[in-house]
């Protein structure tokens, strides 16, 4: 199982910007279907960015505002959100799948005057 950890979270004020940092255990490049999740008390997990072979794909309310990205040799994926909305608070967590699920631990995103 590939072990995830996310860094970067943080309290932002609305319209400010995080790059939030997933670091895998081992290489990713074969890793086809990474992505990031966020969740808040009483919502379902959702799908919010994901980084395939065949490109990037968003959930509508981010498009625009946020990116994903791999560096293969760091073996890390980053989530660039710019223009955060409180409705960006959540906790974010980083997914992978290499045969078996991997999930991080979690990071808080708090967007906030």
């Known amino acids: 199982q590939v072990q995830l950890v996310e860094s970067g979270g943080g309290l932002v004020q609305p319209g400010g910007s995080l790059r939030l940092s997933c670091a895998a255990s081992?290489?990713?490049?074969?890793?086809?279907?990474m992505a990031w999740y966020r969740q808040t008390p009483g919502k379902q997990r959702e799908l919010v960015a994901a980084?395939?072979?065949?490109?990037?794909t968003y959930v509508d309310s981010v498009k625009g505002r946020f990116t994903i990205s791999r560096d293969n040799a760091k073996n890390t994926v980053y989530l660039q959100m710019n223009m955060l909305t409180p409705e960006d608070t959540a906790v974010y967590y980083c997914y992978a799948n290499a045969g078996r699920p991997s999930w991080g631990q979690g990071t808080h995103v708090t967007v906030s005057s």
């Open positions: 081992g290489s990713i490049f074969s890793i086809d279907f």
């Open positions: 980084s395939t072979s065949g490109g990037n």
